[in-house]
């Protein structure tokens, strides 16, 4: 096992710092900006061993160099089927890495939607998800299609139910007043709601997310529930068939009417 913490980046961004005490040399997730790594590394006196990177967005790989070129040894992982010019080792769906320490390794999934080469780690009871979900939320559709991302977000909900998420972003509370919208009567939304609002007004994150949670109040894990069904539809005026049909009006109605 190992330890993951969060490095807050930008006014929202999560670097995920991953690091064992087998080894001083770490690895991170997603560094969209340098300093606030090269930072950290240097008052805890780490080096930095590898950089894992799930999408070419700039907010997830503006760092890159910058780190590339303080840790000239340093792997750069990332999405096979993006153009992020710093990736020295392209990951793809099944393939597996090996972290700067012995005996932890991550296993790629292809997880498309939010960009068309989305990539995400799964580890013992944890997946490194980016722009995928969010806590009670999802990421944008960019690059990807709508039925691209439901599927992933379907994958994401048949893993262990204990499994911890690592997205990149804090937009728990944001996502959650949607997700009440969607669910008013859902009393786990609210109790959500609540614990997220202590968390944030005491300056805690609220990632990483548990799935048991996620699949109680993420309306985009949701999309096979009757009353989230009967939403999108009052929403989107008609009857919907089918998961990617339900999941593309919840997004939707997402991006018109509420963010
Ligand atoms: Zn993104
Ligand atoms: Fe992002």
């Given at each position: ?62 760092g ?12 750069v ?13 392209p990951?793809?769906?099944?393939g ?8 932890d ?94 968390a944030?007004?005491?300056g ?13 109040t ?36 997402k ?5």
């Open positions: 096992m190992f330890d993951i913490t969060p490095i807050p980046a930008f006014a929202d961004n999560y670097i995920w710092l991953l690091k064992s005490e087998r080894s001083p040399e770490v690895a991170v997730v997603d560094p969209g900006d340098a300093a606030p790594v090269l930072e950290r590394l240097r008052r805890e006196q780490l080096s930095l061993g590898a950089i894992l990177i799930t999408h070419h967005h700039r907010d997830h790989t503006g890159i160099s910058r780190l590339k070129a303080a840790f000239p040894n340093s792997r992982y990332g999405p096979a089927h993006e153009t992020i010019p710093e990736i020295t080792d990951l793809s769906e099944g597996e890495i090996q972290l700067p320490w012995q005996g390794s991550l296993r790629v999934f292809d997880m498309p939607g939010h960009t068309a080469g989305h990539i995400a780690y799964v580890g013992d009871g944890l997946l490194f998800c980016g722009d995928l979900l969010f806590a009670g939320g999802c990421g944008r559709v960019f690059d990807g299609t709508m039925a691209q991302m439901a599927a992933s977000l379907q994958r994401i909900a048949q893993l262990p139910a204990e499994t911890l998420l690592y997205c990149a972003h804090e937009y728990t509370l944001d996502n959650l007043g949607f997700a009440h919208w969607v669910e008013p009567e859902n009393q786990a939304i609210q109790e959500r709601q609540r614990s997220t609002q202590t944030r007004q005491q805690k994150p609220t990632v990483p997310s548990l799935l048991s949670l996620e699949l109680k993420n309306p985009f894990l949701r999309t096979r529930i009757p009353v989230v069904i009967a939403a999108a539809e009052r929403w989107a005026g008609e009857s919907l068939n089918g998961n990617v049909a339900r999941f593309t009006a919840l997004r939707m109605w991006d018109r009417d509420y963010d």
